[in-house]
């Protein structure tokens, strides 16, 4: 049975259509990237699924029952994206509430907040407001509560945002200890890089309609091997030219490495020899798109 199981859901507000006829499945043990430009209808799903408003139609599941059973949504941690609440909450008052709000036990809890604590670097700050430690710090404590009734869903809305690479990574190792212990995890983010590494399977919507869904290997390898990642020192300008004469479908340039997309049939040596005559070829591979490729083509298409 699926963790999380949301199915043909609609969400209004007036006139705008926020979330269309959404369906989507998450099975445990599975990270799972719900991925959208701005204002696609990512938190609207994310408040739906965590009761905060109600879908117009449709059905939300959490482990097959409804998501407006109590058990069913203690079952279920979540990291929302507007941080900083429970600012007067002291850092370890703030965990003991959470564990004891999701039916944990002091006995249980004591040890198991200690131990967070110490992993998480936050023994010295226990007895600081949350108001009084740093964003990142805030965000850290506020990642702990979501995690710390070991739920079955954990639903992270942007958890990396504002993180410094090591609290980043401290972050992924635990999300990637709770799929292994049998969670499933749905995040939501705008770093394409976060959610290639992490995921499992994503869900990309636009407008409020799901437009590419799957496993990240198939969905890659439904893209096409037909990209080049293309490693360069000097001026790139050659490829506006292979633009223009329908080699190069479109590319993705960042300074002194550039994804290119090729047209379909193209082929990748007219490209090397064209890079070999323009600029220093660093790096030249045929590759699967990246996320962020697939994102922004998908999102331009639909
Ligand atoms: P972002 O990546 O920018 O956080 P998102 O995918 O999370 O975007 P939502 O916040 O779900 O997008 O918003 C979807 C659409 O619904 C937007 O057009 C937004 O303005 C609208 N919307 C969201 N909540 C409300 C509300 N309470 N009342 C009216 N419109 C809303």
Redesign the pocket.
């Known amino acids: 049975m699926e963790t999380l199981r949301v199915e043909n859901v609609n969400k209004s507000?007036g006139a705008?259509e926020?979330v269309k006829d959404l369906s989507l499945a998450v099975p445990p043990g599975t990270v799972y990237g719900f991925l959208?430009p701005?204002?696609?209808?990512?938190?609207?799903t994310i408040r739906m699924i965590m009761e905060i408003i109600l879908p117009d139609s449709g059905q939300i599941l959490v482990n097959g029952r409804r998501n407006t059973s109590s058990d069913a949504l203690d079952r279920v941690g979540y990291l929302p994206?507007e941080r900083g609440v429970y600012r007067k909450m002291k850092v370890r008052e703030a965990l003991e509430f959470f564990a004891e709000l999701k039916g944990m036990r002091r006995r249980t809890h004591g040890p198991k907040i200690d131990a967070w604590m110490e992993r998480f670097e936050m023994t010295s700050v226990r007895d600081k407001k949350l108001e009084e430690l740093s964003k990142g710090n805030q965000q850290k404590i506020q990642f702990l509560t979501t995690v710390i009734h070991e739920p079955d869903l954990i639903i992270l809305d942007e958890p990396f945002m504002g993180l410094d690479p090591l609290n980043a990574d401290l972050v992924k190792e635990v999300i990637l200890e709770q799929k292994a212990r049998g969670a499933a995890i749905v995040f939501s983010t705008?770093l394409m890089e976060s959610a290639e590494k992490l995921c499992d399977a994503i869900c990309l919507i636009n407008k409020g309609q799901k437009v590419l869904d799957g496993e990240v290997r198939s969905v890659k390898r439904n893209f096409g091997r037909n990209h080049v990642a293309l490693g360069y020192e000097g001026k790139p300008d050659f490829l506006v030219e292979l633009k223009n004469h329908g080699l190069v479908e479109r590319y993705n340039d960042s300074g002194n490495h550039v994804e290119i997309h090729l047209r379909n049939a193209a082929s990748p040596q007219k490209l090397l020899a064209a890079a070999m005559q323009n600029v220093e070829v660093l790096r030249f591979e045929v590759v699967e798109p990246s996320l962020h490729e697939i994102f922004i083509a998908t999102v331009k298409e639909n």
């Open positions: 507000f705008l926020a959208g701005n204002g696609a209808g990512k938190t609207t994206e705008h």
